[in-house]
C-alpha cells in the first residue's frame, strides 16, 4: 500500500471510530452514485485565512472520498449572503455551511458557545470539551432544535482586541463607540456603553473607512492584514477578552445527514477535523510575520487594553451570562456546563501550559 493510501485510509478509519463506533463499509460497496454536497459559507472567496480554509475543506471531502462525495462551495454573496447561511441549510436548500455559530445567538444564545464567549475557553480547551466532556452532546441538542448537525471545521485561536480610530484608555471610551463585533463579546461592550454591530467580513472594510463604524474586531494579523483595517484604524489592541479561541462550524441540515452512509459520515468528519486542525496552525505560523509587517510597513500602533477596562470587561460579562442563563433552560445548561469544564481545564493548565510559557517567556525574554 502507498503511504498516501495509508494514511488516507487511517484518517477515515479514525475519524469513524471516533464518532460513529461502527464498522465503516467500503466505498465501493456504497457509493455507486455521487452524492451531491453543496456548501455556503460566511467567507469571501479566496481570502486567507478564513476564506482559504473553507475552500480547502471542501476540495478535501471531495478528495477524500475519491469524488464520490462532489462538493459545490460558494463563498459569502455567491448564492446567499454570508449571515443567511444558516437560513439556507436548516431549510434544505444547501446542505451544509462553513461560518461560526455565535452568529446565530439571535436565534438562541446558546449557539455563542460553540464558537467562542467572552473569558473563555481557548482553541485547546474548547477542543476538549466538544471532543472529551459533552461539548459535542449539548451542541447537537441546541442544532437539533434547528435541523442542523454540526461539526468542528476550524479555529483561529485567542484573538486580537480589535482595530479602534482612537486611543482607549479607560473604560469611559468605549462609550457611543460603533465597533462590529458580534456574538456575547458584543453584549459586553454595549453593557460598557458601546453600540455593537454585526456585519460580515466583506461590509466591514467600507463601513470603517466610512466612519460608520469607528472600531472594528476580525481575528488576528494574518487574517487581519489582507482586510487592510490599517487605512482607517491605526491602533491595534491586544489581547481580545471576546474570543479566546474556541471554533467554526460545519453545519449540515439534519435530514440530510441521517441519511448518509457511515462511509460518508466518517469521510466528512475526518475532512472537518483536519481543517479544524490546521487552520489555528496556520494562524499561528502567521501572526507574527504579518503583524511585524503592519507595524513597520503600515504605522500600526499595537496597545493592549489596561487592568482597569479588563476588569470592567469582566464585570460586564458576568452580567451577560447570567442574561443568557435567564434565556431558557437549555441556554443555562450550555452555560453551567461550559464554565464548570472551563474552571477545571483552566485550572490544570495555569500549573502546565501557561506556567511552562510564562517561565520560558522569561528565560528566554520574549
Request: hydrophobic share 40%; net charge negative; glycine share 10%.
Amino acid at each position: 500500500m502507498k503511504r498516501r493510501d495509508f494514511l488516507k485510509t487511517g484518517a477515515v478509519a479514525s475519524a469513524a471510530a471516533a464518532t460513529t463506533g461502527a464498522a465503516i463499509t467500503s466505498a465501493p460497496a456504497i457509493a455507486q452514485s455521487k452524492t451531491e454536497l453543496t456548501i455556503v459559507s460566511s467567507w469571501p472567496r479566496d481570502f486567507p485565512g478564513l476564506g482559504l480554509s473553507a475552500q480547502r475543506l471542501a476540495a478535501r471531502i471531495t478528495e477524500l472520498s475519491e469524488g464520490k462525495i462532489e462538493t459545490q462551495y460558494f463563498a459569502s454573496g455567491e448564492r446567499v449572503g454570508g449571515f443567511d447561511v444558516f437560513d439556507e441549510v436548516a431549510a434544505g436548500n444547501s446542505q451544509a455551511y462553513i461560518s461560526a455559530d455565535y452568529y446565530w445567538k439571535g436565534k438562541h444564545p446558546g449557539f455563542a458557545y460553540f464558537t467562542a464567549v467572552p473569558f473563555g475557553m481557548t482553541t485547546q480547551e474548547w477542543n476538549a470539551w466538544i471532543k472529551f466532556k459533552g461539548g459535542q452532546e449539548l451542541w447537537d441538542e441546541l442544532s437539533g432544535e434547528f435541523g442542523i448537525k454540526s461539526i468542528a471545521c476550524g479555529a483561529t485561536g485567542a484573538q486580537m482586541g480589535g482595530w479602534f480610530n482612537k486611543e482607549i484608555e479607560t473604560a469611559d471610551d468605549l462609550k457611543g463607540l460603533k465597533m462590529r463585533i458580534p456574538g456575547l463579546g458584543g453584549d459586553v461592550m454595549a453593557k460598557l456603553g458601546a453600540s455593537p454591530v454585526s456585519l460580515p467580513g466583506s461590509q466591514i472594510y467600507e463601513n470603517l473607512v466610512s466612519g460608520a463604524i469607528e472600531a472594528t474586531e476580525w481575528v488576528g494579523p494574518y487574517n487581519d492584514y489582507f482586510m487592510k483595517f490599517y487605512e482607517a484604524a491605526k491602533f491595534y489592541y491586544s489581547p481580545g477578552m471576546h474570543e479566546p479561541g474556541g471554533g467554526l462550524a460545519f453545519g449540515m441540515n439534519a435530514e440530510w445527514w441521517s441519511k448518509r452512509s457511515d462511509w460518508e459520515k466518517a469521510i466528512i468528519t475526518a475532512a472537518c477535523l483536519e481543517e479544524h486542525a490546521a487552520q489555528p496552525e496556520e494562524a499561528l505560523a502567521n501572526n507574527g510575520e504579518y503583524l511585524a509587517r503592519m507595524v513597520d510597513e503600515h504605522g500600526v500602533e499595537l496597545r493592549s487594553f489596561n487592568d482597569e477596562i479588563y476588569d470592567s470587561f469582566g464585570e460586564a460579562a458576568a452580567e451577560v451570562f447570567e442574561e443568557t442563563r435567564e434565556h431558557s433552560e437549555l441556554a443555562a445548561k450550555i452555560n453551567d456546563h461550559y464554565q464548570e469544564a472551563l474552571r477545571e481545564m483552566g485550572a490544570y493548565l495555569k500549573l502546565a501550559e501557561i506556567g511552562f510559557s510564562n517561565q520560558r517567556n522569561r528565560v528566554l525574554d520574549i
